[in-house]
């Protein structure tokens, strides 16, 4: 939600912050902009559309600065034109400001200024901030502290960069609720909302946290609170490659992210799932393991995607650990005062680890007391630092803003521990062994689904005109039918419903005439034979089906028009293997309808707003 990048030290920023603002922009793609500092000036170039507009816009004009800062946007106040687009300023055009989040209570901001004589050029509630610094640096005439001032009377959220020419050797940074990492380099130091555009110049991060700021210099720089107390911060040192952010040859993110599903996912187990032993070692547990062996109920929460793999979780976490598991949306748990008890683990789950409802879910599971474990992505994000333990997923970049490798190593993770609570309970060694083994082999059988692309790419062929789908499965599949909708809406703009096959007879079967694919997904297991009836059921209306069976199903060929056919696996794994054609059948359904795969219109890969 808004890419921001900012730089100072010896090299022109105008490429480095280009660069950067195009390694954020599956953050936001609404606008870009820059502010410069130019002989003692404030330059500023910014429009509506993507980065390369951007760039296309400024290749003539031979920018060069050693400071700067740039934002790439994801609207929400104010629609996403070329006034609307960031950085903005204040009335004498000396403070220029970038920022990701909300001003809340803007509009009484807004309010109060304008009486103060300030004009105010745009919808956005960001340029109420800018007016608001300009009018506390009348008092401090120090940047740092104007910023601080201002951010007092903020109620909401902000990462935000501010300089001024007055002051042209500092950017001040602040974050609260909005992700902001500083990359120290030698004689140089930049700044960003996500360490990906930090990552081609310095290994070396400081995360800010909440209520944070800091004043970065060419060559150093200084943290306080909002409340201005002085803090101390830890280097850490950033763990992917730059290699791992780039396309490698695919077309686009999003195909390159299902491509690596093989290895993300035996990422996601190397080192902890022990075959032989039907064992599973997660360190990052260690501390809330008793909790959990001891836990009465399990609540997980998340948004999207994230909320798919929590479903698919439930299922095994109940079967495997005998556990009862409730799934809630972040957005509704943090706002229906939950029942929390003592012998509650709550687990949140997020690839970015920055949504904001998320977070917020975590901290009122928190304040209710409750041991919080996170399922995440990336490394040293808020979600990451604020839960109580956790396990990463160690999918790597996920840069596509579908969710793929995200969505198959959070289900693995959550078998490991799904395992680890079978083992608890007595699970004979053998039948643990049996199971795990069936999850290690997942990794090759997914190579084995990726071999069928050809085959998908004929169907989304058949059914790119489609206006919509619907996707059914029972059991685990139910939440893997519902991210194969999700997909297919977020990519191609298709209408697409997933529902429990069963519960086709209760509604969707209205829908169901000769233009309605179904797809089914329709596993060899106990529930095969009720799918199956299902299946009958949508053909005796002429809807035309697609399934997604076993490679030793034959009765299928005959009861579905296309039929995909994946290696089989332990029924509650099975979402891993049956999702990877559904993501490629939305990826290419999208390809040929010419819409855009890795940024799909309105959405935004990390959303840090409510
Ligand atoms: C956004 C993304 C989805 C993602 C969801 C939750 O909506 O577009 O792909 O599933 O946020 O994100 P998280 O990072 O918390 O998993």
Known sequence: MCGIVGYIGAKNCVPLIMEGLKRLEYR??????????????????????KVADLAAMIEEKELSAFLGIGH??????????????????????????????????YSTL?????????????????????????EMYKRTKDLFSAVRYALLEVEGTFGLLAISPLEPDRIIAARRGSPLVIGVGEGENLIASDAAALVEHTRQVVYLNDDEMACIFADSFYTKTIHDQEVVKQIEEITFSLEQIERGGYEHFMLKEINEQPTSLENAMRGRLMVKEGDVRLGGLHTVMDKLLKARRIIITSCGTSWHAALVGKYMLEQLGRIPVDVDYASEFRFRNPVIRPDDVVMVISQSGETADTLAALREAKSRGAPVLGIVNVVGSTIARETDAGVYIHAGPEIGVASTKAFTSQIAVLGQIAILLAKNRGLPQNTLAKIARDLADIPDKVRQVLLLDGQVKKIAQEFKNADNFLYLGRGSNFPTALEGALKLKEISYIHAEGYPAAEMKHGPIALIDENMPVVFIVPKDALYDKVVSNIQEVRARKGRVIAIANIDDEEIDNLAEFVIKVPRTYSYFGPIIN????????YHIALLRGCNVDQPRNLAKSVTVE
């Open 28 to 49: 936001g793609y609404d606008s870009a902009g820059l502010a410069l500092i130019k002989d003692g000036k404030l330059v500023i170039e910014k429009r509506a559309g």
């Open 110 to 134: 807004k309010k109060k200024l304008i009486q103060d004589g300030h004009q105010i050029r745009t919808a956005t509630d960001t340029e109420i901030l800018a007016h608001l610094i300009e």
């Open 72 to 105: 790439t946007r994801w609207a929400t106040h104010g629609e996403p034109d070329d006034l609307n687009a960031h950085p903005h300023w204040d009335c004498k055009g000396e403070i220029a400001i970038i920022h990701n989040g909300i001003i809340e209570n």
């Open 579 to 586: 999702s990877i054609p559904l993501q490629l059948l939305a």
